[in-house]
DNA sequence: GCGACAG
DNA sequence: ATCTTGTCGC
């Protein structure tokens, strides 16, 4: 898959990449996705025990069928530090080497990661989604920022995610009796059509099957660092 | 100053 | 994220 020269260089410091963040988060576009979507394409990564060196997996899932149609793996150093805030800079750059190496372009693409819910709206699923130029959504398992009540028991149904008086993502219980997962915008959706995008992608488990299928894929790898 | 804090 | 076994429950 082809994406678009680099806009900025990864190797920041925190205030800088901060800076960097600020002026980003007017570029990400909040519009409908177009639907049917067919090919949506999970990402996730693994670190080796010393954490010096990470894969980064994609794995795309056909709606229609139900099935793995392509997957691809990128290893690369780890050069940059773990910082709430600032995860789009220790893992964006191995993701997008792994999203380069996939033939066809997904409909959408689902980050285990926020989006627009974070302290200046540009979490790692809309940083990625701005750079790849593709529709992405962010569904993270824990909370970075925001305020909500427990949503409905009801799988489907959700609170509203808050940071102040505005929404910024979805508290969605995907499955009964477990935890709900953080879904938000991350570039060229609504939040509407991020909450139903990974509701269709829902089968058995609390995660959606793109992000569960990436998961594998990296844990398997996690042995081989190069 | 204290607590919170995606992966 | 990663380090780690068994164990409670459906």
Redesign the pocket.
Known sequence: MRIPRAIHRWSLTPRQAIALQQRLRGRVRVEPLVWPVRRVAGA??????D?RRCVAGVVVYDLQTHEVVEQALAWRDVRF????????F??APAVLAAVRKLKIPPDAFI?????YS??RR????S?VGLLMESPTV?C??????GTHDDPPAWPGTFAPLRDGDEVIGAVLRTRPGVKPV?VSVGHRVTLDDAVRLVMTCVTRYRVCEPTRLA?QL??RH?GDMD
């Open positions: 996730d990564m693994a670190f080796s025990p954490g530090p773990y910082v709430p805030g600032l995860l789009s220790r893992e980050l285990d990661a926020q989006g974070h302290p540009l979490g790692l699923a940083h962010g993270a398992k824990s909370r970075l920022c953080y998961h990296v844990t996690r």
